[in-house]
């Protein structure tokens, strides 16, 4: 069966046709304005740039920067690398103390706030956890 087609969808067709149509007169009239105001438009905004980058404010950054670099790169060139401990005939880093102090630690499952005491007589560092200790809270540096 075929459907007949009625005043009212011949109305709308129509409406619908020249709306159609209505869009692309305006598209086409946006595309031609944006067309004719794009170099303008970059011009203007490479000029902004430009007056910008070479503003007192951006020049006064770039300085800071560089005497940022400059005071970075001295501290590296000054850093320490590491402190070790000569007691009797024991030589020992600072961090090998502190690394075997961790893995005793982690080993007996403790957990908090370390300390650790070098007794340069016994040759050995004692810890505490949370301010506790215990007569094997201890590492013998000679091992290390």
């Known amino acids: ?5 009625t005043p009212k969808t011949n109305t709308i067709k129509a409406t619908a046709t020249k709306a159609v149509e209505a869009v692309k007169e305006t598209a086409e009239k946006v595309t031609d304005k ?4 794009a170099p303008m438009l970059a011009e203007t905004i490479t000029a902004k740039t430009e007056e910008i980058l070479n503003s007192p404010i951006v020049e006064e950054g770039k300085e800071i920067l560089k005497e ?3 005071k970075a790169s001295q501290a590296i060139r000054t850093m320490i690398s590491e ?4 007691i ?3 030589n020992v880093s600072l961090d090998a103390i502190e690394n075997a102090v961790k893995k005793a630690v982690s080993d007996k499952k ?3 706030d370390i300390k650790i005491y070098i007794n340069a007589e016994q040759r050995t560092a004692f ?3 949370n301010g506790e200790g215990a007569d094997d809270y201890k590492i013998d ?3 290390l």
Do not use: P, S, W
């Not at 402190?83 to 000569?86: D, F, K």
């Open 1 to 5: 069966m075929k459907k007949r087609r």
């Open 34 to 37: 944006i067309a004719e105001e």
């Open 68 to 70: 940022t670099k400059e």
């Open 83 to 86: 402190v070790n401990v000569e």
């Open 88 to 90: 009797f005939e024991t």
């Open 110 to 112: 403790l957990k908090g």
């Open 127 to 129: 810890y505490t956890v």
């Open 141 to 143: 540096l000679r091992t």
